[in-house]
């Protein structure tokens, strides 16, 4: 029937989200690790050079600063894209604002498996992804993570602090126009929201607490903007 009484959004709501009597609320941010082969020296990327990375205008590692330092590297770069919820304000736009800037040599993949597959399997590959799907599923520790700007997506505090630059949100939903609310499915968005903190751990989400004590924008229980 397409009818939920709670719903996760991975992404902040689009304005066709906003039903009449849905309340969103964030319960955190989670890094989004970029991510290379393990066999890739490079250590650090500038936020500068992954936008160029991304958009086609840097097509070699030997381009980029860190590996020149590190004796050169010539593999061409496979930069791979999980382009999804496209009407929403994806993740993946904290990279680049639109699909279209992207280069047309990326290779676009439909799920966090394939993702990280496609970092592995490749040693010129470069992606990204929240820190918890890269431990569920590179089984064979084939990807490596990389810093940006010199700090590390799992630095929580920078995370916290809004120095690492790349993160997913954590929505969930409920109702609350007359007729729609659902007491069970408040109390879990009630139960999620107190315990998200203790999910730091397991799955690395820096809580809307964390974020609220460190300047972020909020707009009732909504993450709306970060502390910059």
């Known amino acids: ?3 939920v009484d709670i719903a996760g959004f991975c992404c902040p709501p689009a304005t066709t989200d906003r039903l009449p009597g849905v309340r969103f609320h964030t319960l955190g941010i989670s890094a989004l690790a970029i991510l290379v082969h393990h066999g890739n020296p490079v250590q ?11 958009s086609g205008r840097i097509t070699h590692w030997s381009q980029v600063g860190g590996v020149q330092e590190r004796g050169g590297w010539d593999f061409p770069i496979r930069a791979v894209g ?36 496609s970092v592995a399997g490749n040693q010129g ?10 431990e569920r599923f590179d089984r064979g520790g084939l990807v490596k993570v990389v810093q940006v700007d ?10 916290a602090e809004g ?23 408040a ?3 009630a139960y999620l929201r107190e315990n998200a903190p203790v999910l730091k ?21 909504e993450l709306v903007g970060n502390n910059r």
């Open 163 to 185: 120095r690492y630059p790349f993160y997913q949100v954590s929505n969930i939903t409920s109702w609350e126009a007359p007729g729609t609310k659902n007491k069970a499915a």
């Open 201 to 221: 751990n397991n799955y690395r989400i820096v809580s809307s607490e964390w974020l609220r004590k460190n300047g972020w924008r909020f707009e009732g229980d």
């Open 187 to 189: 109390s879990l968005v």
């Open 1 to 3: 029937k397409k009818q």
């Open 44 to 54: 650090n990327l500038t936020v500068a050079e992954l936008r160029a990375i991304f």
């Open 150 to 159: 010199g700090v590390s997506p799992e630095d929580d505090q920078a995370v």
């Open 82 to 117: 999980r382009l999804h919820c496209k009407l929403r304000p994806g993740h993946w736009r904290t990279l680049l604002p639109d699909e279209n800037a992207f280069s047309a040599q990326l290779v676009e993949v439909g799920t966090v498996p394939d993702m990280i597959a």
């Open 125 to 134: 590959a470069i992606g990204y992804e929240v820190l918890w799907n890269r």
